[in-house]
């Protein structure tokens, strides 16, 4: 895609994201087939939710048949949220991130995994998990010191939620009892 459409489609759709106060991560141009796709990847520090996705779909599709952006031909709209490993690019990944377990690229080599406990404009603070029954260590790591960055996906991450589950159902337990006598 060359970086004027690129920058063209940018201006036209950022706006549309922004009003519903979302952030515009990424577009993609690419082929499929005969067809090209346009991925659009937005997110918010609260997540992005499938009618918020279905929404901004229908207002970014209404707004390219409105002017030439893809130029002729067909093309498939793809409007989505980052996937939960996506890379840490943007100072507000890192805010979005806080309390999760990061694995850290080093830009003087090595890598280091550690639970980001605090962001501010040079770094993060961060709290590398004891091993064997240690206790957890505390580090600072400066923006300049990271070459990439990338969420770990953790299933048994324990956390506060259970502090915020309705009574007497476990913290992200979001299924209801109907779904779960279907899966019996």
Do not use: W
């Not at 830009?107 to 064997?132: H, S, Y």
């Amino acid at each position: 895609m060359s970086t004027t459409q690129s920058e063209r489609l940018r201006g036209l759709l950022e706006p549309l994201v922004n009003a519903k106060d979302l952030d515009l991560e990424e577009i993609e141009v690419s082929r499929a087939g005969r067809r090209r796709m346009l991925r659009v990847v937005v997110d918010s520090d609260h997540g992005v939710e499938l009618d918020a996705c279905a929404e901004l779909s229908r207002a970014i599709s209404e707004k390219l048949d409105e002017t030439d952006a893809m130029g002729e031909g067909e093309y498939v709209l793809e409007v989505t949220s980052p996937g939960a490993d996506r890379p840490l690019t943007e100072h507000r990944h890192y805010v979005r991130a806080t309390g999760r377990l990061v694995k850290f690229q080093l830009r003087e080599g090595g890598e280091l995994t550690a639970r980001i406990m605090g962001v501010d404009d040079e770094g993060v603070d961060a709290e590398v998990p004891g091993v064997k029954g240690r206790k957890p260590t505390a580090c600072r790591l400066a923006f300049a010191d990271v070459a990439k960055a990338r969420v770990e996906i953790e299933f048994n991450r324990k956390d506060d939620k259970a502090a915020d589950a309705p009574e007497g159902r476990p913290a992200g337990d979001d299924e209801t009892d109907e779904t779960k006598e279907e899966e019996a």
